[in-house]
């Protein structure tokens, strides 16, 4: 699905990192990828990951700063001879934001916070990759259904993940014209880092799969396969989307099986 891409995927903190099944399904179906780490710190951590995929090029880009960003622009333009795509899998709020009753516990420093790195970073990194990208490109973010249905403890984030579904369509509004596609994926809950600190996860994962259709929640490398796909040519006429890979949680107004005879 993806020979001959050039794909640079930001996210890959650890092996449990939705960004790493999305790598791994991308390099499968053929793309050579370029990983970005956020700091020093994680870059001992991805090291690793990246020998394991084969993957050479590492990239230092923390989105909270624009010479970062800049910078990696540059990294990749004088590595790549060309470049195809950008995947967005970055989400944060202080901790403090992600814990009791919204109202009570949402800051104007919390809130600048997590729209600035949950969101305004994916029009940051396309405003400075569009220079270099190819015709034909796609980019892609990851999304939650908490930017649509309010979920406890969520608080913030739900707004920034809002924020962020509209920036993709704007995007996509924006640079259609150059033949870049731009989409989302609403993925359901993953035990991942950015969950690890969440109280109450295995309850909201086991809810989960009580009211899906699929009865099970997902996992990483089910969302990369759709990664895969979004940002390759069998998704051209696809833009401006938010797809839902959660097991079809997000459909389902009830559980089914509460109702068996
Ligand atoms: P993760 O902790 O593995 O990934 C989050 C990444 O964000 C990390 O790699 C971290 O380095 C990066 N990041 C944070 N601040 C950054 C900065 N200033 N500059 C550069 N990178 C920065 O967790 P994940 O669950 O794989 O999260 C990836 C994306 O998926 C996030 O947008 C998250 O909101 C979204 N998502 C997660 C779930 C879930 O349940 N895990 C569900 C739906 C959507
Ligand atoms: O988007 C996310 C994770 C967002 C996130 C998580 C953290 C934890 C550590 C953003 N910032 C931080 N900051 C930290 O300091 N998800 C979709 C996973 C997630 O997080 C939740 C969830 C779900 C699902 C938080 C509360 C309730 C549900």
Known sequence: MLKNKKILITGVANKYSIAHGIAKSMIREGAEVALAYQNERL???????ADDLGISLLVECDVSCDESIEKSKNYI????????GLV????FAPADQLKGDFVDSTTREGFKIAHDISSYSFTALAKAMKPILNEGSALLTLTYLGSIQTVPN??????AKASLEANTRFLAASLGKHNIRVNAISAGPIKTLAASGV????KMLSQHSNRSPLGRTVTADEVGNVAAFLCSDLASGITGEITYVDA??????????????
């Open 199 to 202: 109280k109450n996860f295995r």
């Open 154 to 159: 969520y608080n913030v984030m739900g707004l």
């Open 43 to 49: 870059l001992k951590n991805i090291k690793p990951i």
């Open 77 to 84: 333009e004088s590595h790549w001879d060309k470049f195809d």
């Open 88 to 91: 967005h899998s970055i989400g």
């Open 248 to 261: 079809g949680f997000n459909t389902a107004a009830m559980p089914i099986n509460e109702f068996d005879e």
